[in-house]
């Protein structure tokens, strides 16, 4: 049997490729079922892939075969890690995720010409005013939602519109990162697509307040421990605008607490449980001893949570957004690509490409 022949590729690029895809040596060589030294060998340009090796690295990198005969790769943005757990490695899946959002962004900006529309407001305004001052921007008033997954798609059609900013969600496939904002000309917000909506929509609120002071980062926003600076910030952000406390104040006023009169809350401002006990705490209407005992039933119940059948028409939706999807659709039907392109550009199967575009 003839075996592969080997490829000359840049040992330089070889290596940039995979410390921008976030894996050591050793957990290539285990991917390619190729020993460490020769992963090291091909680094120090002793020794050199075979095709076949070549594209099983293309698959891992989640990049096109013809990345690794560039002369040069493009550049990820390095993002600012405010995970509480800074010291845990990030998995090779975020890193594929920020280089999605990367190329959405300049792909999406090339084809449509947009730029995103983040407001500018006046530094020194608190979390609290900051969200009162971005709903009035917004024009929306807080419906009541049938459920979480219906707030998240009303909020998701908002920003997308009035901000221009692209919201995806992608597998992290990590329990450390809720989701992450890249600012550029066309600003991304990327979501942990195994989330519950509920957790997703609290994360989204989370770096569109990002956004608003002019940052970014990889989040792991946990609002039950106490962080200093910029994510205690987007966190007091995204709570007051989706439960504000003004509102909320005079909904609850006179009325007794059950588990089913929290649920009911939580669930007409399409957040957590969670998130509306640690409200209630905060604006002095629950005890610490209420809310940890919420909490001990909350953990319990969570870890009997059944896994539920993925829908994948929806997910590969949510892993392109409405505003790809749209300007990847006028795009093609301009004539500026054809639809093989419009396929590639959307990374999702030709069936699901006819079925969005249209």
């Not at 995979?18 to 020794?47: F, N, W």
Request: charged share 35%; net charge positive; aromatic share 10%.
């Amino acid at each position: 049997m003839r075996r592969s022949a080997k490829v000359k590729v840049s040992p330089s690029l070889l290596k940039k490729l995979r410390e921008s895809s976030g894996y050591t040596m050793e957990e290539l060589a285990k991917k390619l079922r190729v020993s460490i030294k020769k992963v090291k060998d091909v680094e120090e340009g002793r020794d050199y892939f075979t095709l076949s090796q070549l594209k099983s690295l293309a698959n891992i990198y989640k990049i096109p075969l013809v990345a690794f005969f560039l002369e040069e790769i493009p550049e990820i943005p390095l993002l600012p890690d405010y995970r509480i757990n800074r010291e845990k490695k990030l998995n090779p899946e975020v890193f594929i995720a920020i280089r999605r959002a990367k190329y959405l962004s300049e792909v999406i900006k090339e084809l449509s010409g947009k730029s995103s529309r983040i407001p500018k407001f006046p530094k020194d305004l608190s979390p609290e005013a900051l969200a009162k001052k971005f709903r009035e921007y917004l024009g929306v008033r807080i419906p009541e939602f049938d459920s979480p997954l219906e707030a998240l798609d009303f909020y998701k059609d908002v920003l997308e519109k009035k901000l221009e900013i692209l919201i995806i969600e992608y597998p992290l496939k990590s329990d450390d990162v809720r989701a992450f904002s890249l600012r550029s000309d066309l600003s991304v917000i990327v979501l942990n697509e195994s989330d519950e909506p509920q957790v997703k929509l609290f994360s989204l609120f989370h770096e569109v307040g990002h956004l608003l002071i002019r940052s970014e980062g990889i989040c792991s926003i946990d609002i039950e421990v106490k962080q200093s600076g910029i994510e205690e910030f987007c966190n007091k952000f995204a709570a007051e605008f989706l439960a504000p406390s003004e509102i909320l104040k005079k909904e609850i006023k006179g009325k007794k607490f059950s588990d089913k009169r929290i649920s009911k809350l939580a669930r007409r401002y399409g957040v957590s449980t969670q998130v509306m006990m640690i409200r209630l705490l905060n604006l002095g209407y629950i005890t610490k001893e209420q809310y940890l005992k919420f909490k001990e039933k909350f953990d319990k119940e969570k870890l009997k949570e059944k896994k539920r059948i993925k829908d994948w028409e929806r997910t590969f939706f949510n892993r392109v957004g409405r505003l790809a999807i749209s300007e990847v659709s006028k795009a093609y039907r301009r004539g500026d690509i054809s639809f093989f392109e419009a396929v590639r550009i959307l990374d999702i199967k030709p069936k699901y490409a006819e079925k969005f575009m249209g």
